[in-house]
C-alpha cells in the first residue's frame, strides 16, 4: 500500500504536467465510495487515460474485475505501465481502440463514463444493453468545469459553447429517461449516478 501510495502521487504528477483529466480528488472519493458501497463484481470504464482512476477502484474493492477502454496509445501505453507497476494486471483489462468501435457481450455492474465529453450518450446507449439488472451508469464531469452553468452567451469559444450543449442534451436525455433513474451530484466537476428502474 505505501508502493501504492507512490505510484499514485507520481499518476497525479504525470497527469498534471500533461494535462491529463484524470477525476479531481473529491470525485475519485465520490467513485471509489460507490464501488465500496455497491460492490460490483465487474466494471467497464470508458477512457482509461493513464489508469489512474481504473486503478483506484481496483485498490479499493479487492474483488473488482475492471475492463477498460482507451484510444489514445502513448495513454493506453502509460496505462500498461501503471497497471503493471500496481500489479493489477490480473485485474485490469485494457483495451486500446476507440469505444465506439468496441463490441462487448458479457454484462457489467458499474459502467464509468469518462471519455469524450460530446459522446456521453453515445456512449450510454451503446453500452446500455451490457448493464447488468440492478447496475449503475455513472457519468463524469457532467459539469465541465462549471461551463455547464454558465449561460451560453457567457461562454465565449464556440467549440465549448457546442460541448456545453451536448452535455445538456445529454442530461435531458437522463432527466427524461423511462428506463433509468438519475441522480445528479455536485462532486468533483459533476457526476451523474443512473439506476435502472
Ligand atoms: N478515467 C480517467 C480519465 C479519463 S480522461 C481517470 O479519471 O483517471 C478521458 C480519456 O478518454 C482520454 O484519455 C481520451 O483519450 C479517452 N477517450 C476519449 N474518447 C474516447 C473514445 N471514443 N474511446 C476511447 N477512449 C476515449
Ligand atoms: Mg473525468
Do not use: C, W
Amino acid at each position: 500500500m505505501v508502493e501504492n501510495y507512490s505510484l499514485i502521487k507520481e499518476m497525479k504528477e504525470y497527469a498534471e504536467e500533461n494535462k491529463i483529466p484524470i477525476m479531481l480528488d473529491d470525485g475519485i472519493n465520490f467513485l471509489t465510495n460507490l464501488v465500496i458501497k455497491h460492490q460490483p463484481q465487474n466494471i467497464l470504464e470508458i477512457g482509461t487515460a493513464i489508469g489512474y482512476s481504473a486503478i483506484l477502484m481496483a485498490l479499493n474493492d479487492k474483488n473488482v474485475k475492471i475492463t477498460s477502454i482507451e484510444r489514445d496509445h502513448e495513454r493506453y501505453l502509460e496505462a500498461v505501465k501503471n497497471i503493471k507497476k500496481a500489479k493489477l494486471e490480473d485485474r485490469i483489462t485494457l483495451i486500446y481502440n476507440d469505444a465506439l468501435q468496441v463490441e462487448l457481450d458479457n454484462k457489467f455492474d458499474l459502467i464509468f463514463i469518462d471519455a469524450a465529453k460530446g459522446k456521453d450518450l453515445a456512449f450510454f446507449e451503446k453500452f446500455a444493453k451490457n448493464l447488468s439488472d440492478d447496475g449503475l451508469i455513472v457519468t463524469d464531469n457532467i459539469n465541465f468545469h462549471g461551463y455547464v452553468l454558465m449561460k451560453e452567451d457567457e461562454i465565449k469559444s464556440k467549440n465549448l459553447r457546442s460541448l456545453v450543449k451536448k452535455i445538456k442534451i445529454y442530461m435531458d436525455f437522463l432527466k427524461n429517461n423511462k428506463d433509468f433513474t438519475t441522480t445528479f451530484y455536485d462532486v468533483g466537476d459533476g457526476v451523474a449516478v443512473s439506476k435502472r428502474n
